[in-house]
């Protein structure tokens, strides 16, 4: 079991301007972490993925900025990548998780800070980064998830599942990429109201990633 590491920042003007860190155990290489509001009661938590267990942990925040010791649940044989929104629309906070593997979860929460049942979305190679938006601007959530190819220097995919507004979602739709990249990131990029998709190049490419004028840029993607 390792640890999640949380900070608390030094309060404004104290002594030592450097912050001091809480180790929080946790499920083992948390890789990954998400913020927001499990259970409603209007103070943040902290769900993070634990890539070797395949299990994630949940962390309540408490009022004085600590947090409770986790609730872990298992996904799936990994959890790389975790991320957080109302996807069935109830008011509670819904977690995705992808394994790195081939599978994306979706686990909806019950508004407690418990979650219900993981459920498996199946796609062909190593799903990674999540983004949670409404891509096609029909009031539901979407997902588009950063598929990582077989190797560094494969081309990756977008995987776009269209949200049905209860917690599923349409079979997966696969654009390629230019080239690989872990993670994706859907914001409206040519300002015409429409979300499109940018994603930083694979780690072997620094270059590529420091510059956003090399970023792949998916403008229009979603007309094609
Ligand atoms: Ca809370
Ligand atoms: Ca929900
Ligand atoms: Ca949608």
Excluded: Q
Aim: glycine share 12%.
């Amino acid at each position: 079991m390792t640890a999640l590491v949380a900070v608390a920042i030094a309060p404004h003007g104290a002594a030592k301007p450097f912050l001091t860190a809480t180790n929080y155990p946790s499920g083992e290489y948390p890789s990954a972490a998400v913020v927001r509001d499990f259970n409603n009661d209007k103070i943040a938590d902290i769900a993070s993925a634990n890539t070797n267990d395949g299990n994630v942990s949940v962390f309540l925040g408490e009022k004085d900025g600590t947090f409770g010791p986790a609730n872990i649940f298992a996904v799936g044989a990994g959890a790389v990548e975790i991320a957080s929104d109302d996807l069935n629309g109830d008011g509670s906070a819904d977690l995705v998780v992808t394994d790195g593997g081939k599978s994306v979860y979706i686990v909806l929460g019950i508004g407690d800070g418990t979650f219900g049942t993981p459920s498996a979305i199946t796609l062909h190679t190593d799903p990674i980064g999540i983004e949670i938006a409404d891509l096609n601007n029909d009031g539901k959530l979407d997902l588009a998830i950063a598929i990582f190819g077989p190797s560094n220097n494969s081309k990756g995919e977008a995987a776009i599942l269209l949200g049905n507004g209860d917690g599923t979602f349409a079979a997966p739709v696969f654009y390629p990429l230019s080239h690989n990249g872990y993670r994706l990131v859907a914001t409206d990029l040519n300002g015409d109201g429409k979300l499109d998709l940018a994603w930083p190049f694979n780690i072997s490419r620094p270059t590529e990633i420091v510059s956003p004028s090399s970023w792949g840029m998916a403008k229009g993607l979603f007309s094609r």
